[in-house]
Nanobody, 114 residues
Framework: QVQLVESGGGLVQPGGSLRLSCAAS??????MGWYRQAPGKERELVAH???????NSADSVKGRFSISRDNAKNTVYLQMNNLKPEDTAVYYC??????????WGRGTQVTVSS
């Protein structure tokens, strides 16, 4: 079965950096990405990347966050720089498989606070 293992969340001061990782297993993965959900808000797309490396990201994180993937390791990364308090949220990894299924990770908390 498909398994997603997220890591890299934590507490960081404004202006700091974090790198999230999500290791996937159990299938062939097409697109991979990250969403986030802040308290009281809807889940929103942060960034997304195809198996060919085509990426897109939300306007709110452009220039600060970058998504990448290692296809050999079935791992997607989210490098987050110049973090702001409004980036505080639970970050979820999401993947699509070649069979058409979609899966979500359990989420990792990112807190930006001084």
């Amino acid at each position: 079965q498909v398994q997603l293992v997220e890591s890299g969340g934590g507490l960081v001061q404004p202006g700091g950096s974090l790198r999230l990782s999500c290791a996937a297993s159990g299938s062939i993965f097409t697109s991979m990405g990250w969403y986030r959900q802040a308290p009281g808000k809807e889940r929103e797309l942060v960034a997304h990347i195809t198996s060919g490396g085509s990426a897109n990201s939300a306007d709110s994180v452009k220039g600060r966050f970058s998504i990448s993937r290692d296809n050999a390791k079935n791992t997607v990364y989210l490098q987050m720089n110049n973090l702001k308090p409004e980036d505080t949220a639970v970050y979820y990894c999401t993947v699509d498989t070649s069979l058409g299924g979609g899966y979500w990770g359990r989420g990792t908390q990112v807190t930006v606070s001084s």
